[in-house]
């Protein structure tokens, strides 16, 4: 990102996962085909994951995938077999194409994982202001 743009606020929770903790998530409201949408930020998650629910809301085009269990947070184990490819998102102003694979969330609608941080390079995180609100 260019540092040198005005960038609005952002509402973040640092952790927030159905009562689990941990200092490797990030809660952000961002806009999906122009409807808010709450997302996971999620250092420990290697894909990124939409709920099935805004998937299907959206009318995005759906194709089956290799059927695969997730465990999340909360200890549960979520069975996979749905997945959306190639979906336009605009963060911060930056363009991306991101795929996502479907499970019934219940907190949040979109989890970014590895996947997607790993796209964008270096990250500087200044929790200063966090701290101090």
Same mark, same amino acid.
Request: glycine share 4%; net charge negative.
């Given at each position: ?10 509402? =973040?929770?640092?952790?927030?996962? *159905?009562? =689990?903790?941990? &200092? ?14 709450? *997302?996971?930020?999620?250092?420990? &998650? +290697?894909? /990124?994951?939409?709920? &099935? ?6 009318? =995005? ?6 059927? @695969? ?7 549960? +184990? #979520? +069975?996979?077999?749905?997945?959306? #490819?190639?979906?336009? #998102? ?5 363009? #991306?194409? *991101?795929? @996502? ?8 609608? *979109? ?6 941080? &790993? ?6 995180? /200044? @929790? @200063? ?5």
């Amino acid at each position: 990102m260019d540092s040198d743009k005005d960038v609005g606020p952002i509402t =973040y929770t640092m952790y927030t996962l *159905v009562g =689990y903790s941990n &200092s490797q998530t990030m809660k952000v409201e961002e806009i999906l085909e122009h409807q808010p949408v709450t *997302v996971l930020i999620d250092t420990s &998650s +290697t894909n /990124n994951f939409m709920d &099935s629910k805004v998937a299907d809301r959206l009318a =995005y085009h759906i194709e089956d995938c290799d059927k @695969f269990e997730v465990m999340i947070a909360d200890g549960r +184990t #979520l +069975t996979c077999d749905r997945k959306c #490819l190639k979906i336009k #998102l605009i963060i911060e102003g930056q363009k #991306l194409l *991101v795929d @996502f694979f479907l499970l019934p969330l219940e907190d949040f609608e *979109v989890v970014f994982g590895i996947e997607w941080l &790993s796209t964008l390079g270096d990250i500087s995180w /200044n @929790f @200063f202001n966090f701290l101090n609100q």
